[in-house]
């Protein structure tokens, strides 16, 4: 993080007004705090209860449990790809799912940027390398899809680059589903005004501050060209053999809550339980990128 004392005020342009934000003013704007649960069009007007969260997410995670013991008595793999904005929620989205699954066979990936040999290699080899094995439950927080959005965005691969990814990974993609491997990926859809309370926040937690990077603050202003790219990704990549899930996703725990449901009612795994599984909300999560219009 830079000094306190620099000036990191910006003026953005939001909902047709021109807003000056300055995240390391301890006093979160009265505009952020009015409009970020409500933003991007979001369906409810109140978090999810605690109590309700907590009692139904106990019941979601007994289920990933019995997914674990099918996955190491069947052989079978599953991945899932958690993508987003910065500040998206996903990380504590695949703790939510991952809290209580044995470690030895449950794992996240997160890759650090590529060093200078893998700068040199076909650039999906190092995600190929993390790839479960027989009977292994592995989330990407982010993944291949950074040359999706923020490597484009942000001029770290050339245009040629970036248009290659989107032709390669449907094709991609493809051998994975036919190599039998279950693949999940998740779109976590959050409002302007939600990821500025949730730098804020980041910004002014001792121990929430270590989320909030460099490259975070230069991204404030590049809303709009996260959203071009975004969009596309969406069309080129959503596919039969490959699908996104879209979730809305300013309230964290009905977030969560929704992306563990849609991975257990899509596994065919044994003792499933319908009735504690539930029925996912359909504002809060859907197919492809109709479900963001």
């Known amino acids: 993080m830079a000094d ?28 952020v705090e009015k409009e970020a649960f409500g933003s991007a069009g979001f369906p409810y007007d109140k ?31 599953v991945m899932a790809v958690f993508e987003g904005r910065d500040a998206a929620g996903k990380g504590g989205a695949i703790h939510a799912t991952l809290s209580y699954m ?12 590529p060093t200078e ?24 927080d982010r993944s291949w899809y950074n040359r999706a959005g923020v490597e484009p965005v942000m001029g770290f691969c050339t245009p040629e680059q970036y248009e290659k990814f989107l ?22 859809d959050i409002g302007r005004e939600m990821q500025l309370k949730r730098f804020h926040d980041r910004r002014h937690d001792p121990l929430k501050i270590w989320k ?7 991204a404030l202003k590049k809303w709009d060209d996260y959203t071009a790219k975004r969009d ?19 309230d964290k725990r009905r977030a969560r809550l929704d ?24 504002k809060i999560l859907g197919s492809g990128p109709g479900f963001l219009k």
Not at 54 to 65: C, D, F, H, M
């Open 4 to 31: 306190k004392d620099e000036n990191r005020a910006v003026e953005l342009e939001i909902g047709g007004k021109t807003r000056l934000y300055d995240i390391d003013d301890p006093i979160l704007p009265d505009w």
């Open 47 to 77: 978090k999810l209860a605690n109590k309700d969260y907590e009692k139904t997410l106990k019941l979601l995670q007994i289920e990933l449990v019995k997914v674990q013991f099918w996955l190491q008595a069947t052989g079978r793999r």
């Open 102 to 113: 044995n470690p030895r066979a449950a794992r996240i990936v997160a890759l650090t940027k």
């Open 117 to 140: 040999t893998e700068r040199g290699q076909w650039y999906f080899q190092r995600y190929v390398a993390t790839f479960p094995t027989a009977g292994e439950f592995v989330l990407f």
């Open 167 to 188: 032709k390669e990974t449907p094709r991609f993609e493809k051998m994975i589903a036919s190599e039998g491997i279950h693949l999940f990926k998740f779109w976590l």
């Open 212 to 218: 909030l990077s460099a490259m975070d603050i230069a």
């Open 232 to 250: 596309r990704m969406l069309k080129e990549t959503h596919t039969d053999h490959a699908p996104w899930t879209v979730v809305r996703a300013n």
């Open 259 to 282: 992306i563990i449901r849609h991975m257990l009612k899509t596994l065919d795994y044994d003792g499933k339980d319908k009735k504690a599984i539930g029925a996912i909300d359909d």
